[in-house]
């Protein structure tokens, strides 16, 4: 079992969490985040959580104070292995430079469940994930026929050479084929962040008297569109990728059309799952890829709930593979 205090001591980066009344000898799960205002991070801790908790597990949540501090990552793993946890969810902060701990792991006999950003080796148990590409192609699917199949759109990009963004604008433009009386006036970075997007919005608008529809690579950029359109008096249908809550209000009153579920509460779910599979000796496939679903007024009433509130789905039902 994860020794609470040794844990603390291993830098103030650590939030350790242990979930209510356990047996004594309750196995441990150590989940590995990115940093603490991380939106899909703290989807993925909650729905981590969420699992073992229904298996009457501790779970310990290791999160670095920025989600890129590889250095941080590591001494936390690396107080974590000493520890002995019975499996471990981990998502990296680099996914080149954490291999080396991820193996120390798995030489342990310690299963790894790789959830989010996929490792470049390492030997995890297996990997939990969302299909980019897919998520993509289908919600500018969903924004083209609002449209009803004509007009003009942009497409607002994540953060260069970010691997989420390329899919993301690969998948966009791969529907774009499919509809060709809908023309793209402009692909441009809004950097994965609302005010950037906004800014990026503005210029477009200036460039462009007319545009009919906006491809945002992610939430935060969708509601940035909106922050433009509106004192500009100028008017498009909107998508993102998350089905953040926020958006999903957004989708009830109107404002956005759609948003691809870039699910990490999911993700954390099905990751503790083949966790718990991995400590019990059960079979666990090597990959698990949720299911690519695009949600709009239709089917948007599970989200208007607060993560914390959320159940986990059955893994048959998450999973596409």
């Known amino acids: 079992m994860i020794r609470l205090g040794a844990v603390c001591a291993a830098a103030t980066a650590i939030l350790a969490?242990?979930?209510?009344?356990?047996?004594?000898?309750?196995?441990?799960?150590?989940?590995?985040?990115?940093?603490?205002?991380?939106?899909?991070?703290?989807?993925?801790?909650?729905?981590?959580?969420?699992?073992?908790?229904?298996?009457?597990?501790?779970?310990?949540?290791?999160i670095p104070t920025s989600a890129d501090n590889v250095q941080q990552q590591t001494a936390l793993a690396e107080e974590a292995l000493r520890s002995k946890p019975d499996a471990v969810v981990f998502t990296p902060t680099d996914s080149k430079a954490l291999v080396p701990i991820v193996t120390k792991f798995t030489a342990a006999g310690i299963p790894v469940i790789n959830v989010n950003d996929r490792l470049a080796d390492g030997g995890s148990t297996a990997y939990v994930g969302s299909d980019d590409l897919a998520i993509a192609r289908a919600t500018a699917r969903a924004?083209?026929?609002?449209?009803?199949?004509?007009?003009?759109?942009?497409?607002l990009e994540g953060t260069p050479k970010v691997t989420s963004s390329l899919l993301r604008v690969r998948g966009f433009n791969e529907a774009l084929k499919e509809f060709p009386n809908v023309k793209l006036l402009a692909s441009q970075t809004g950097n994965y962040a609302r005010k950037s997007a906004s800014e990026t919005m503005n210029n477009l608008i200036r460039k462009f008297p007319q545009i009919?529809?906006?491809?945002?690579?992610?939430?935060?950029?969708?509601?940035?569109?909106?922050?433009?359109?509106?004192?500009?008096?100028?008017?498009?249908?909107v998508v993102g990728i998350n089905a953040s809550r926020e958006v999903a209000e957004l989708i009830i009153s109107g404002a956005i059309v759609a948003s691809g579920d870039y699910n990490g509460f999911v993700e954390g779910c099905v990751?503790?799952?083949?966790?718990?599979?991995?400590?019990?000796?059960?079979?666990?496939?090597?990959?698990?890829?949720?299911?690519?679903?695009?949600?709009?007024?239709?089917?948007?009433?599970?989200?208007?709930?607060?993560?914390?509130?959320?159940?986990?789905?059955?893994?048959?039902?998450?999973?596409?593979?």
């Open 17 to 62: 969490l242990p979930l209510g009344p356990a047996p004594a000898d309750a196995q441990t799960l150590a989940v590995f985040t990115k940093s603490q205002g991380n939106p899909v991070a703290r989807a993925i801790r909650i729905g981590a959580e969420t699992a073992a908790r229904a298996e009457k597990m501790l779970v310990f949540n290791f």
């Open 143 to 155: 924004l083209f026929k609002a449209m009803n199949g004509t007009g003009t759109v942009v497409i």
């Open 271 to 321: 990751a503790a799952h083949l966790a718990i599979r991995a400590i019990r000796k059960q079979a666990v496939p090597k990959e698990a890829i949720l299911r690519t679903v695009v949600v709009d007024k239709s089917n948007v009433e599970p989200y208007m709930a607060p993560v914390e509130k959320r159940s986990c789905p059955a893994f048959e039902a998450a999973v596409a593979n």
């Open 212 to 237: 009919d529809g906006v491809l945002a690579a992610n939430d935060p950029m969708a509601l940035g569109a909106l922050d433009a359109l509106g004192p500009n008096r100028r008017t498009a249908l």
